[in-house]
Structure formats: C-alpha cells, structure tokens
C-alpha cells in the first residue's frame, strides 16, 4: 500500500484496517489482510500486513474478524411515505446498518404508491437526506398497483428507480404482464415479481397441510406458487426480460426455475431468510409475528430451498423486512396482518446455514452481496480498488440473542425473538464513514471507528 499525502477536503483522514478476515466474492478474494480507504472509496486492498500507509491515516487493527462488503438487501418494506408510523426510512436505515446492510431497494408499497417519477425522486432525496446507508426506490410495475394499467416504465428510471415490482402483489392477468415484461425489457430495467394466483391462495394464512388443519386453520397450496412461476417463467423466457423471482418458498419452485435458468440466463430468483431457517411448525400456538406470505412451508421445502441455493439455482437472500404495527398483528391469527421485520437479524441467521455447514461462508455472502448487485447492475456488493468503501466487521464468533428491547426498527414484529445467534456485525462503514459501531466491539475499533 503506497503512502499518500493527499489533502482530504471532506475532513475524513484516510481509514487503514488491518489484521482482517478479507472475503470477497464477487473476486474470490479469502485472505487475512488489510483494506485502505481514501475518500469514500477502496484505494487499495493487500493480504498480509501492510507494506505502508498514509502518514495521517486513522488504523484499525481487526484481530481476525471478517471484513465483508456490504449487504445488499432487495426486498424491503417501510411506512414512508404514509406509514411512517411503522417505519421511516431514517430508522430501517439504522436498522440495516446494525446487521452489515449497506444497501436495500425499498417496495414501492407506500401511501401514496410509488409509481410516478415524482415519487421515486421523493426516495431519492429523501434518503440522501434522512438515511445513513444507501436507499434504492422500485417502482410499481402497475399504477396505484391495481394492476389495470402498467406505470411509464422510462420516466421512473429516469428518476432513479432500479427496478419494477408490485410489492406484497402479484399482476392476476397474464397479458398485462407480457406487456409489462415486454416494456421493461425495452428500458433495461429488471422486473422482480413475486409468483402469487390470488384465487388459489384464497383465504388461506399459513401452510396447506396435516399441521394447518391440526390448528383450524386454512392452508395456501403451493400451487399458488407454482402455477404463476410457471407462467412468469414462460412470458421471461419470450420477452427476453430480466426477471427475478422476487419470493420462493415450495420445493417444486426449485425444480421449475433450474430447468428455466438453463434456457434464459436473464432469470433469477430470490428466497427470504423466513423461508430458509423456519418451517410451518414455527407458527406454534397461532403466534402472529410468523404470519408471512409467502407463508412458512414444510421442512421438506426448507431443505430444498437451501439446496437451491447451495447449488447456485437461487440467486439471493433478503430479509423481507416487512413492519407492523401492535394493531395489526394483536388480532386472531387469521385476521392478523402478514409480515415480519428482518433487517437486523438478516446477517446472523443466515449464518446458521453456515454453523450447520449447509453453505459455504463465501457462496452465502455471494447470494447477499454480488448476486443481488449483479441483479440490480449497481456498483456496491464488492470489495476493489476504486469501488465505494461500503463494507463491515463481524465476530463470528460473538453469542448474542435477539431481544425485543435491543430491536432499533420501529415496529417490533420479528420472528426471532429470543432466538440464539452466533456471529454479529461489529461495525459497519458506508462510503467511508461509520455508521453502526456495536457497543461490545473492541474499545481500539469504537475509538478508531467514532463518527
């Protein structure tokens, strides 16, 4: 690493990490080294001890703890503009931070929707503003998401919308999504659709089968899933749209898009952490906060979907981070409303895939860092010479529960309340600055790393 006396006209000396776990996938890069960082971006990055550093530069010595990019979450909901009640973006923002999340696309399930240019530049400014780790607006792929006109697909990317969605929805009419499809593929723009027939979910709140019937309770077939995944599949293949699956949770999903990904490249898919490490029996004495949709499936499907995405047939993980109010989960389970926040608990329980050796620790990062990045065609999810210094530490060793209390979201509807993790994000830096220090990181890191 060269010596630099370069004047910092932000104020910011330049920041050296050392003695560092250094995984990068999107490189390859698993090495104990050091990462410079100089204005905002990785100025450089060697295995080893670093050979020099700039006279004024602020050190950091990492004691082994892992140095990854930062996550890239694709499946956020928050309360602004609307709802800010529930969640604003300042405070996901905060709660992204505190689980190693630098960078999250936020729904376009807002009041008023997000489905004009004025609105997606709202976002924009917004978390320029308010947030501490970096914001990106979808936009609806209909307008109001009604599912009866589709929006002006090159007006919102123009504004900076970095792909199309319905949200909690799913588009019913097959001829409204072929001309969607065919438009976004004509702007570039990536669709990420979530696989729902509204008729064959029915009233259904949990997952159809022995335990949901044992509760009293009506199931959601997984051919509520798997007939529209089959017809998303089709109509991507045809328009030749980037398309990504935006929520599996069946086992024969699985089967259906590695036989779609081998004849369209453009396809992908993504699961959430839910889906991944719980299972229908989750749902115990008709506890709300695993009221989710897609809903928690059988443990058959669990193992499948983790498979999936061992084997590279699922591309991404996210945390779905969905807030709720007391009111709306305070209710008979039926009647409760569906979702979980997921945002600070995303990184530690997908490391239970991990401790389980169900994955590798690189090709897990990969599925929350390059894939999505790739996916969006944004420059974050990496670790090079000139990328934005977006990154954090983690004790993976560290043993910690999920407590109610300690919670920084605005709601409090998790499903791992109490749940027992090891590994925890210690800090976390966007652009260059801190935004996240844990209070037990080591006292060096707090000192070193303090805003």
């Not at 899933?225 to 599949?233: C, G, M, V, W, Y």
């Not at 990504?244 to 952490?273: F, N, T, W, Y």
């Not at 004495?285 to 989710?292: A, G, S």
């Amino acid at each position: 690493m060269k010596k630099s006396a370069a004047p910092h006209p932000h104020g910011a000396p330049p920041l050296l990490i050392t003695n560092a776990r250094i995984l990068d996938p999107a490189s390859g890069t698993d090495m104990t080294g050091s990462l410079l960082i100089e204005e905002g971006t990785i100025a450089d990055l060697a295995e080893g001890a670093a050979p020099g550093m700039p006279a004024d530069a602020l050190c950091i010595d990492a004691a082994g703890m892992l140095l990854s990019p930062g996550l890239v979450d694709t499946r956020v909901f928050t309360g602004e503009p609307g709802h800010e009640y529930r969640e604003t973006l300042a405070s996901a923002a905060r709660a992204a931070a505190s689980g190693g999340i630098t960078t999250f696309v936020v729904m376009p399930d807002t009041s008023p929707v997000i489905d004009d240019a004025a609105l997606v530049n709202f976002i924009v400014q917004r978390a320029a503003t308010d947030a501490c780790v970096n914001i990106l607006p979808s936009a609806a792929i209909s307008r109001a998401l009604r599912a009866e006109q589709i929006s002006e697909f090159g007006l919102l990317k123009e504004a900076g919308a970095v792909c199309l969605s319905e949200g909690r929805r799913a588009i019913q009419s097959s001829a409204l999504l072929k001309q969607a499809f065919t438009y976004a593929a004509s702007f570039s723009m990536p669709v990420f659709h979530t696989p729902d027939d509204e008729g064959l979910r029915g009233s259904g709140v949990m997952h159809a089968a022995l335990f949901a019937t044992t509760l009293g309770l009506k199931g959601i077939p997984a051919v509520a899933e798997t007939i529209p995944l089959a017809r998303d599949l089709q109509l991507a293949e045809l328009t030749g749209v980037t398309y990504h699956a935006a929520q599996l949770s069946c086992a024969r999903s699985v089967d259906m898009l590695a036989q779609a990904k081998s004849e369209a490249p453009a396809i992908s898919a993504g699961v959430s952490i839910n889906n991944l490490t719980l299972n229908e029996l989750d749902v115990g004495q008709y506890r709300t906060f695993f009221k989710l949709s897609p809903p928690l499936r059988a443990e058959a499907d669990r193992l499948a979907l983790i498979e999936g995405l061992a084997s590279g047939i699922i591309d991404t993980i996210h945390s779905d981070h969905d807030p709720q109010d007391a009111e709306g989960k305070r209710r008979p389970f039926a009647e409760a409303a569906s979702g979980a926040i997921g945002l600070e608990t995303l990184f530690a329980a997908a490391l239970r895939l991990v401790h389980a050796g169900q994955i590798g620790l690189s090709d897990l990062l990969a599925k929350m860092t390059a894939n999505p990045a790739r996916i969006l065609d944004i420059q974050a999810g990496r670790l090079a010479r000139g990328a934005p210094a977006d990154f954090f530490l983690a004790d993976l060793d560290y043993p910690w529960v999920a407590l109610e209390r300690d919670i920084l979201s605005r709601s409090r509807n998790t499903t791992f309340e109490g749940a027992r993790f090891t590994g925890k994000v210690m800090a976390t830096w966007v652009g260059g600055k801190p935004v996240f220090i844990h209070a037990d990181a080591p006292a060096p890191l707090q000192e070193a790393a303090r805003p």
